[in-house]
């Protein structure tokens, strides 16, 4: 019965779709010949889309592993009693870098860093502050103050109090926080192409510049896989943290 769910899990499905047309896209180029004769070549050939995804994720990697990091120990500090009177300044900043373009991020940042993956990784780092800070904050704030009240009781530091009580109760939210992020860092890095970096978005830009349709469909229908196999592993895994008969609920 396990071995049939697993098989039948659209998780896998969509992780054998995703990397069979990233390694076997060349192997498609009969069919977008056939659909666009005009266009040569059929599928997009300067670098391999193997080579494009581990450029992407690495960049999506770094960008939101530090803004979870930064985002989450700002929340846990504006939580505490020392940082209460900093939360509306942290939110306010995080909102105003949500809605700054990352467009414009890239364009100051490639004076100061040059062209490449690091502008790209600025601008994805600030763009992904918001969702991780509210979530987090969010979560910290939800854990009740009777478990708190517990846990001082029973002799537990300030600091054991976050490890043990508040940080693995509101891990659930913060994961939440974490995989909103995550899902937007990988959409929104395919911009980095326009400044150099090697992403998933660089055929669609090549696409668009060289009025060659193929490679424009190429280079979304993997991002868009690639952005919905992460959600999906990020769901399982928040159902994993959740107490077990919240996860059956879910």
Same mark, same amino acid.
């Given at each position: 019965?396990? +071995?049939?769910?697993?098989?039948?899990?659209?998780?896998? +499905?969509v992780a054998v779709l995703f990397f069979v047309l990233?390694?076997?896209?060349?192997?498609? *180029?009969?069919? #977008?010949?056939?659909?666009? =004769?005009?266009?040569?070549?059929?599928?997009?050939?300067?670098?391999?889309?193997f080579a494009l995804w581990l450029s992407h994720a690495?960049?999506?990697?770094?960008?939101?592993?530090?803004?979870?990091?930064? @985002?989450?120990g700002l929340a846990i500090f504006v939580t505490r009693?020392?940082?209460?009177?900093?939360?509306?300044?942290? @939110?306010?900043? *995080?909102?105003?870098?949500?809605?700054?373009? =990352?467009?414009?991020?890239?364009? /100051?940042? %490639?004076?100061?860093?040059? !062209?490449?993956?690091?502008?790209?990784?600025?601008? $994805? !780092?600030?763009?992904?502050?918001?969702? %991780?800070?509210?979530?987090?904050?969010?979560?910290?704030?939800?854990?009740?103050?009777?478990?708190?009240?517990?846990?001082?009781?029973?002799? /537990?530091? *300030? +600091?054991?109090?976050?490890?043990?009580?508040?940080? &693995?109760?509101?891990? &659930?939210?913060?994961?939440?926080?974490?995989?909103?992020?995550?899902?937007?860092?990988?959409?929104?890095?395919?911009?980095?192409?326009?400044? @150099?970096?090697?992403? /998933?978005?660089? =055929?669609?830009?090549?696409?668009?510049?060289?009025?060659?349709?193929?490679?424009? /469909?190429?280079?979304? %229908?993997?991002?868009?896989?690639?952005?919905?196999?992460?959600?999906?592993? #990020? @769901?399982?895994?928040?159902? +994993?943290?959740?107490?077990?008969? $919240?996860?059956?609920?879910?």
């Amino acid at each position: 019965m396990n +071995w049939t769910r697993r098989v039948a899990s659209p998780v896998l +499905w969509v992780a054998v779709l995703f990397f069979v047309l990233m390694l076997g896209m060349p192997q498609t *180029a009969p069919l #977008f010949e056939h659909a666009f =004769p005009q266009v040569a070549p059929p599928v997009f050939d300067r670098d391999s889309f193997f080579a494009l995804w581990l450029s992407h994720a690495g960049m999506v990697l770094v960008a939101s592993g530090a803004a979870s990091l930064v @985002g989450i120990g700002l929340a846990i500090f504006v939580t505490r009693p020392a940082g209460d009177d900093f939360r509306g300044l942290v @939110g306010t900043l *995080a909102t105003i870098g949500q809605t700054f373009p =990352p467009a414009a991020v890239l364009a /100051l940042a %490639v004076p100061a860093l040059g !062209f490449g993956p690091r502008p790209t990784i600025v601008a $994805l !780092f600030i763009y992904g502050l918001l969702p %991780v800070i509210e979530n987090a904050i969010a979560g910290l704030d939800g854990v009740p103050a009777a478990v708190r009240d517990a846990a001082r009781g029973m002799g /537990l530091s *300030a +600091w054991q109090i976050l490890r043990d009580v508040d940080l &693995p109760l509101a891990a &659930p939210l913060i994961l939440a926080g974490v995989r909103v992020s995550v899902t937007i860092a990988i959409g929104t890095a395919t911009i980095g192409s326009t400044v @150099g970096a090697l992403t /998933l978005g660089t =055929p669609i830009f090549d696409g668009l510049a060289a009025d060659k349709v193929p490679f424009v /469909l190429q280079g979304a %229908v993997l991002v868009a896989l690639f952005a919905i196999l992460t959600d999906m592993l #990020f @769901g399982r895994l928040e159902n +994993w943290l959740r107490p077990p008969g $919240l996860a059956r609920a879910a």
